[in-house]
């Protein structure tokens, strides 16, 4: 953090990082989350929290808000009413979001279009097999690929900045 002529802290990156679930239906091999969850409880982050974080953030310089954590930003059924709120309140905001990409319906995808500058998704596995054993849980290769398909058969007009990470592991080395 940095602090400003006027003795106000400003942001260096000027990106703020919101855990806005802790949800995640997905249990990927690689990821700490259960290690580090240790006694933090599952929740959805409120919208009044959400709202408090967002002004904090955008008082100390925030141009752009980074939606990611150890949950999948799409299991809070508030999402869509938070990211509405931010992009109507503070219209400058960038959104970035990172999922698998397995809750991404089709149903939802039109209010994220409108929302969501950027759209990375985590897809480390190029067959179902693989994708199961990496990512485990509920999460499945078929719907998250689909959903992932959808987003960019899109007008590159018409969609977020998307991005497609896939981290080399040992049990995806061979794809």
């Known amino acids: 953090m940095l602090i400003s002529l006027d003795d106000r802290p400003i942001l260096a990156s000027r990106e703020v990082t919101i855990e806005n679930t802790t949800y995640c239906s997905a249990a990927c091999s ?48 508030g999402l869509e009413e938070k990211l509405r709120w931010a992009k109507e309140t503070y219209p400058y905001l960038k959104i970035y979001v990172s999922t698998t990409g397995d809750l991404l319906t089709e149903k939802r995808l039109p209010a994220i279009l409108d929302l969501v500058t950027t759209l990375k998704f985590s897809h480390y596995a190029f067959s179902a ?17 689909e959903n992932i398909l959808r987003v960019l058969a899109l007008p590159p007009e018409k969609r977020p900045y998307v991005m497609v990470s896939f981290l080399l592991l040992d049990k995806n080395a061979h794809e």
């Open 30 to 77: 690689m990821c700490p989350r259960d290690v580090y969850a240790g006694s933090r409880r599952w929740s959805h982050m409120s919208l009044d929290l959400f709202k408090d974080a967002v002004h904090q953030g955008v008082a100390i310089g925030m141009l752009s808000i980074d939606l990611c954590g150890f949950g999948d930003v799409f299991m809070d059924p």
């Open 129 to 145: 097999e693989t994708y199961a054993e990496v990512h485990g849980g509920a999460v499945k290769y078929e719907r998250a690929r």
